[in-house]
């Protein structure tokens, strides 16, 4: 996670993100405003028994966009860095090499290569990272909706080099808008997969969810309306309790809890032995992303 140092509303991706809102107060103050619920959030995660790594952002070049880690980097099981091109400029600033010495000395992650796609940048291709893909570590496959910032050449380079199966689809807010992230709509978990299947095109509907069934996991749909309010946007960790030993906690903001209704609720937190819902109101708003885009999740940490 990076401890942002110069949040703030990016009119830049704003143009392609309609979840972006105008701050209603001045700078300093939602900046604090994002720094306590960052904090906040990783006390809950590692009340949780999650391992976190907290790296600080640097102030300058302002990077509004820095607490959203997620999308410029990955970290896979097998040692492999992958570095992303971003589709807005402002966000390139945020790759820093720091990061991945900090991830690897703090969590004895071993890079064993770097898959570096930024050379995209220059021919106007994108693929943030996993908020543009959404993986089935299990079933190998790459889920993406296609956007201004999920170029289908870059996700299939990315593929080859992983070893995926890309599953490629469009879809769209309310308004016929193109999601600008496939982690808005879908959360694929051990046991369960949450989606806004009415998101989904129609001629692309049925192979999304029919795909997903296939792996085994509960298929849960969300509304446009709970896609809207970050549904979709969580994570399952791995975590440790002193009762249950190895175990894992879905990470949700409250924003998306209190849109889901009981029976999804239910059904969600039945597929994982811990739910955590984390307040982060103002990263929300003017950034337009919620928890799982704060997370750059580390596979093969020891």
């Known amino acids: 996670m990076v401890r942002p140092a110069a949040f703030d509303y990016n009119p830049e991706t704003a ?4 979840l972006q809102r105008l701050p209603l107060t001045e700078g300093a103050e939602h900046r604090d405003a994002a720094r306590r619920e960052f904090a906040q959030f990783v006390l809950a995660l590692q009340s949780e028994g999650v391992r976190v ?3 600080d952002d640097t102030p300058h070049p302002p990077k509004p966009d820095a607490v ?3 999308n410029w980097i ?5 040692g492999t860095v992958v570095l992303y091109p971003m589709h807005a400029a402002s966000r390139r600033l945020e790759r820093r090499a720091e990061l991945i010495h900090e991830v690897s000395s703090r969590l004895a992650f ?4 770097i898959v570096d796609l930024t050379h995209h940048e220059s021919a106007g291709r994108a693929l943030e990272g996993t908020g543009s893909l959404v993986l089935d570590h299990v079933e190998r496959v790459a889920y993406a909706c296609r956007s201004p910032r999920t170029h289908p050449a870059v ?3 990315w593929c080859s080099e992983l070893g995926y199966e890309p599953l490629l689809f469009d879809a769209a807010d309310a308004s016929g808008t193109p999601l600008y992230h496939t982690n808005v709509l879908m ?4 046991r369960a997969a949450i989606i806004g299947g009415g998101a989904i095109a129609a001629a692309d509907r049925a192979r999304v969810l029919d795909r997903l069934a296939a792996s085994g996991r509960e298929v849960i749909t969300i ?10 946007n969580m994570l399952e960790l791995a975590s440790w309790d002193e009762a249950l030993g190895d175990c894992s906690v879905l990470v949700m903001s409250s924003t998306a809890r209190a849109a889901l209704g009981r029976e999804a609720y239910a059904r969600i937190a039945g597929c994982v032995d811990n739910v955590l819902a984390a307040p982060i109101p103002t990263i929300e708003r003017l950034g337009g992303g919620s928890v799982r885009c704060m997370l750059a999740e580390v596979f093969g940490a020891s």
């Open 110 to 113: 071993r890079v064993s290569r």
């Open 53 to 55: 790594c907290v790296v």
């Open 187 to 190: 959360c694929i978990g051990s």
């Open 15 to 18: 143009a392609s993100n309609p």
């Open 68 to 70: 959203f880690p997620n």
């Open 74 to 78: 990955s970290f896979h099981a097998d």
């Open 223 to 232: 509304d446009p309306g709970q896609v809207a309010a970050y549904a979709g």
């Open 155 to 157: 996700l299939g380079e």
